[in-house]
Nanobody, 123 residues
């Protein structure tokens, strides 16, 4: 069973960048679609990005297109989310998620969730 672990969050000034990582302690992520959701204070969970397992298709939420880049390193069994030009509205807990089918925008479609990593954008 997957045990997803995120890392890379922190406090960043507006306009800065971060790279979030998602990995598993022992299993390969190659057979799973891996996505990122985020949850800002007082708001519901929002789909941010996803990378599929079969053809490597990439998906991005409208709010992050052009600033977020998702990628997979199979050798390290890790999926990355590169975030550029961070804005205060990007402040949220970011969750790595996985499912053994193709990507979905539905939060309940993902069986596996990490514990989340906090991203705070503030000057």
């Amino acid at each position: 069973q997957l045990q997803l672990v995120e890392s890379g969050g922190g406090l960043v000034q507006p306009g800065g960048s971060l790279r979030l990582s998602c990995g598993d302690s022992g299993l390969t992520l190659d057979y799973y679609a891996i996505g990122w959701f985020r949850q800002a204070p007082g708001k519901g969970r929002e789909g941010v990005s996803c990378i599929s397992t079969n053809d490597g298709s990439l998906y991005y939420g409208d709010a992050v297109k052009g600033r977020f880049t998702i990628s997979r390193n199979s050798a390290k069994s890790t999926v990355y989310l590169r975030i550029n030009n961070l804005k205060p509205e990007d402040t949220a807990v970011y969750y790595c998620v996985a499912r053994n089918r193709d990507c979905s925008t539905n939060v309940v479609a993902y069986a596996y969730w990490g514990q989340g990593t906090q991203v705070t954008v503030s000057s």
